[in-house]
Nanobody
Framework: QVQLVESGGGSVQAGGSLRLSCRGF????????VGWFRQVPGKEREGVAS????????YYADPARGRFTISQDKSKNTVYLQMNSLKPEDTAMYYC??????????????????WGQGTQVTVSS
């Protein structure tokens, strides 16, 4: 498996923006879906956004829809998560991941098997 490395997290005020990056995607034939997730202590990891490496479709969880955008730069083996209009409830550790299964609208963590180490996002009110 290719090691995934997230970056771009930090502390921002509510209403601000951050762009997370995830380097290391090899886009091998076995990579069918790439995604972003987040987790706060004591809660399960939840899907935020996912997309097909071919770029044919993207999926967003309800809290992210309209504010977050997932994108990729294959030349850099990097997937991005642009986060705008951030809210305090967006505070979490954010992870990127790859799956050998196709993307599904529910963006379930159980479908993904290759995870980065995470990058912390903190949004203050």
């Amino acid at each position: 498996q290719v090691q995934l490395v997230e970056s771009g997290g930090g502390s921002v005020q509510a209403g601000g923006s951050l762009r997370l990056s995830c380097r290391g995607f090899g886009y091998t034939d076995s990579t069918r879906c790439v995604g972003w997730f987040r987790q706060v202590p004591g809660k399960e990891r939840e899907g935020v956004a996912s997309m097909y490496p071919a770029g044919i479709a993207t999926y967003y969880a309800d809290p992210a829809r309209g504010r977050f955008t997932i994108s990729q730069d294959k030349s850099k083996n990097t997937v991005y998560l642009q986060m705008n209009s951030l809210k305090p409830e967006d505070t979490a550790m954010y992870y990127c991941a790859a799956a050998v299964q196709p993307c599904w609208a529910d963006i379930a963590a159980a479908d993904f098997g290759n995870w980065g180490q995470g990058t912390q996002v903190t949004v203050s009110s």
